[in-house]
């Protein structure tokens, strides 16, 4: 069973930095992270897509993170980073990470993991 597991959330001041992680794992079984992506939700609203890492490396980020922050993924530890820098008030969401990842016996699906609070006191 596929499980994301995010660490890294906390109250920082504005202008300061996080780095969130997600951590995949399969129960010891084979499998592939393709697409990565993060997404942040604040109360009463969606889920917004925040920036997006795909298997060939390409990024792309929502414009209001543009130029702060960074996605990455370290393929030897199956964790995928979101490296936050000069952080703003307007940042503060739970932030999700959600990942296309294939194995043996499910195929290609997307997880979720289970969020992480980021507040930014200004």
């Known amino acids: 069973q596929v499980q994301l597991v995010e660490s890294g959330g906390g109250l920082v001041q504005a202008g300061g930095s996080l780095r969130l992680s997600c951590a995949a794992s399969a129960s010891g079984n084979f499998f592939k992270i393709n697409l990565v992506r993060w997404f942040r939700r604040t109360p009463g609203s969606e889920r917004d897509l925040v920036a997006r890492l795909t298997s060939s490396g390409r990024t792309n980020y929502t414009d209001a993170v543009e130029g702060r922050f960074t996605i990455s993924k370290d393929d030897a530890k199956n964790t995928v980073y979101l490296q936050m820098n000069r952080l703003k008030a307007e940042d503060t969401a739970v932030y999700y990470c959600?990942?296309?990842?294939?194995?043996?016996?499910?195929?290609?699906?997307?997880?979720w993991g289970q969020g992480t609070q980021v507040t930014v006191s200004s």
């Open positions: 959600n990942a296309n990842i294939y194995t043996c016996a499910e195929g290609s699906r997307h997880y």
